[in-house]
């Protein structure tokens, strides 16, 4: 067996390529964004398939039952299993869309890939994995992070788990409660930054520069060879059939890179034979690349996002380049989604049974959209991305169906009654009459 390393780093921008284990978030040479490569042809020959990633789903060693660590060979081929830092992520249901969500959205051959349902709550546990088992190779002491919330709540976890520190920078005010309550329980160091997540990004990143701390942020490109095994565990779901469609929402932009970034390599490898179509959702108010797209992706004009959805509420997204790329080679599009809309396709979500997060439901409003203008045909087959759990933002779900969100018409409100611990009034509201009396 040669030597011949199977993973470099490798430079989107200019092509210029770096060992695995340099501790560095972009070029050095031209400043652009880093990709984990990997040598796809020796990966084949040296065996990897789709039957060994179905074989498995029935192994008994930990890292074989995680969602990620099962597509171990084409995540961090380098990395003995005995290494990998794991809570058992992914294996998040594929849910089919029936009934009233289906009249909603207007679709019948759609499927939510809750990502929600990871340890954490939402889907950075999978690269949290794969960041922090990064982060123990390179022997970091400390781990940091920006976030609008849910890269906090995954880093501390999996900090801990894994004996590192975590240190988190918020956006002062603007991040949903359950999780900073998440951050602060799993024993981070939690900073308020006084600024917006794209300050508190640029804050970190000066901090990798003067600190000894390893940025976990999605810059990272180790973070976005977890996340891509949304897509590889989507599809063995489905037998390894492609959908037509996958509707992921976008905010630094870092799972919908990491997506075209999968089904580039299982296309290279010859796994698949086709690629889906990505179409990234964003919010009206925090919608740069909606705009970069709608000029023929010209060049990124950062703006001041703001939108109820917290957790896409970014308007200067790290992986911009890369999405642009991931949507090139997937002839994707980009769709932008008001918040009135975002919230009464949660309340759908919700209401079905499945719940998420406002973000995630940013996924379901672009797909109604895209079926209403005729982009998305009726016989195809969607998949769309719920990111985070229902639990992360209470206060949202509440204030939502009190209609008392400003701004936003609690279209399927589900109000709760109050009544005193009478059988008569509790009838009254279920529409029954009690049988005695
Ligand atoms: C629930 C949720 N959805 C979507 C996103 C956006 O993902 P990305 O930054 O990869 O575009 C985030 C990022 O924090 C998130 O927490
Ligand atoms: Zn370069």
Avoid at 114 to 127: C, I, V, Y
Wanted: proline share 5%; aromatic share 8%; with cysteine.
């Amino acid at each position: 067996m040669s030597n011949k390393p199977l993973t470099w780093l490798s430079c989107v921008q200019c092509g210029k390529v770096y060992g695995r284990n340099e501790r560095i978030y972009a070029c050095p040479d031209c400043g652009g964004l880093l990709d984990v490569t990997h040598d796809l042809a020796a990966l084949r020959q040296r065996g990897v398939s789709l039957e060994l990633f179905d074989q498995r789903l029935g192994g008994f060693e930990r890292w074989e039952r995680s969602g990620v660590w099962r597509f171990h060979e084409l995540v961090a081929p380098e990395i003995p299993t005995t290494d990998l830092v794991t809570r058992g992520e992914g294996n998040t249901t594929l849910y089919d869309v029936v009934g009233d969500l289906a009249s909603y959205v207007g679709h019948q051959r759609l499927q939510l890939k809750h990502e929600g349902e990871n340890p954490t709550g939402s889907f950075k546990d999978r690269g949290m994995a794969t960041g922090t088992t990064q982060a123990k190779h390179l022997g970091a002491r400390a781990v940091i992070c920006a976030s609008t919330g849910n890269t906090s709540a995954s880093m501390a976890s999996f900090a801990r788990l894994s004996g590192l520190i975590g240190i988190v920078a918020f956006p002062a005010g603007k991040v949903a409660l359950g999780k900073v309550a998440q951050a602060v329980a799993y024993g981070a160091i939690c900073v308020e930054v006084r600024g917006d997540f794209d300050q508190a990004q640029r804050l970190v990143l000066q901090a990798a520069e003067e600190l000894p701390v390893y940025v976990l942020n999605s810059v990272n490109p180790y973070r976005l060879e977890g996340q891509k095994t949304i897509m590889f565990e989507m599809l063995q779901q489905r037998r390894w059939h492609v959908p037509d469609w996958v509707v992921v929402p976008g905010g630094n932009l870092g799972n919908s890179s990491s997506f075209g970034k999968a089904f580039q390599e299982l296309y290279e490898m010859g796994l698949i034979d086709r690629k889906p179509r990505i179409a990234i959702v964003q919010a009206e108010g925090a919608s740069p690349l909606y705009r970069s797209y709608q000029e023929n992706f010209a060049p990124l004009k950062p703006m001041k996002a703001e939108t109820i959805a917290t957790a896409i509420r970014i308007g200067n997204p790290t992986n911009f380049a890369k999405a642009v790329r991931a949507l090139k080679s997937t002839d994707g599009l980009v769709v932008q989604v008001s918040d009135q809309a975002i919230m009464d396709a949660k309340a759908k979500i919700d209401a079905a049974g499945i719940g998420c997060e406002p973000a995630s439901a940013a996924s379901v409003a672009g797909v109604k959209v895209l079926i209403e203008n005729g982009y998305i045909l009726p016989q195809q087959e969607v998949v769309a991305v719920l990111t985070g759990h229902l639990l992360k933002d209470p206060t949202n779900v509440i204030e939502y169906h009190s209609g008392s969100l400003a701004n936003i018409y609690p279209t399927f409100a589900n109000r709760i009654q109050q009544i005193d611990a009478d059988l008569k009034q509790l009838a009254f509201i279920i529409g029954e009459s009690p049988t005695l009396s």
